[in-house]
């Protein structure tokens, strides 16, 4: 890899708008146009409005990443951008922005696999002098409005899934009872901070998935269970009952990351740490049951490197160029957006 080589990262796969400029293992600058205020509404993503939200700020956003950083569009080496999963019109916008960009300039393109990318939330945020011997082999959890997997990680590019949720994500879950208990979208925030004043033992709440043999990770039951509860509930909940119901159902919702992390630990006792990312990884209050029950230690993502951004797209572009060199880059820019539920590219990022 030249000196100084400037890769761009470009990152659209739901309702963030993220672009960020990494170079020799910095990230120079990364913004993130947020569209929360315009789903919020809805209670959730709506991937029509999200497509043409992105279609509308990713040009201006590119024009101030250069401003910002003061480099020159000619500067750019390499550009990366989310390829999946995501929502396939969200994803188009940045991908066909990345093919234009790839093909103006005639630099290379590298797609990336974003549940991936979020890993490099966390490894960016690795105090200064960890060397990749401390921290590999290790587990990774990602753990955000679209996934909860699990991975085995040889190096910062090297990702086996060993378990994932069969139904909603957690942070899915953490939406959708916030959603039930009037709370404003995305209800993992707004859960977190009305759960500080709550009691946790008031509500109990049964333990998800203690019967499987796999690690596999469920919460529809969860959220279920929330509904039926509120069935019972005088509704408008006064505000100590909301409190309790948010505190019992956060600490279950981290009881069975918390449990399966150290079941995994068990079976891959070579690992030396376990990196936590996604939005849910910003949750206090999970950091602190993992620091409590985990053997290792845990790593997790500055707050900024928590939420979808593109410095984390633009870190991992890094590590798999900085890896495979030449072999990892597409010549013939004609690669697909995927979904969530479209089987991961072969040989794919
Ligand atoms: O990683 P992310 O920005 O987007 C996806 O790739 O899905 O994660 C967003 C998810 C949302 O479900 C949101 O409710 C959740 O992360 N989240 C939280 C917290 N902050 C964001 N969940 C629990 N506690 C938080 N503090
Ligand atoms: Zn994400």
Known sequence: MKENFLIIGIETSCDETALALIQNGKILVSLVSSQVKDHA???????????????????????????????????????????????????????????????????????????????????????????????????????????????????????????????????ECFDKVGKMLGLPYPGGPIIEKTARKGDPTKFPMPKMMTKTKTLDFSYSGLKTHVYYLLQGEKTPLNEETLANICAA?????????????????????????VLIAGGVAANLRFRELLSEHLKVPAVFPDLRYCSDNAAMVAAYGEAIYKARGEASLKQDLGFESYSRYHELPKGGF
């Open 249 to 273: 159902f956060q600490d279950n919702a981290f009881e069975q990351l918390v449990r399966r992390l150290k079941q995994a630990c068990k079976l891959f006792p070579e690992v030396k740490s």
């Open 41 to 171: 509404r809805f209670g959730g993503v709506i991937p029509e409005i999200a497509a043409r939200k992105h279609l509308e700020v990713i040009s201006h956003l590119y024009n101030d990443l250069l401003l910002q950083a003061g480099v020159k569009e000619s500067d750019i080496d390499l550009i990366t951008v989310t390829q999946g999963p995501g929502l396939v019109g969200a994803l188009l916008v940045g991908n066909v922005f990345a093919k234009g960009l790839a093909a103006n300039l005639g630099v290379p393109l590298l797609p990336v696999n974003h549940v991936h990318a979020h890993v490099h939330g966390a490894l960016l945020s690795l105090e200064d002098g960890k060397k990749s011997e401390d921290i590999f082999p290790c587990l990774s959890l990602v753990v955000s409005g679209g996934h909860t997997n699990l991975f085995y990680m040889k190096s910062s590019i090297h990702f086996e899934l060993v378990s994932q949720s069969l139904d909603d994500a957690c942070g």
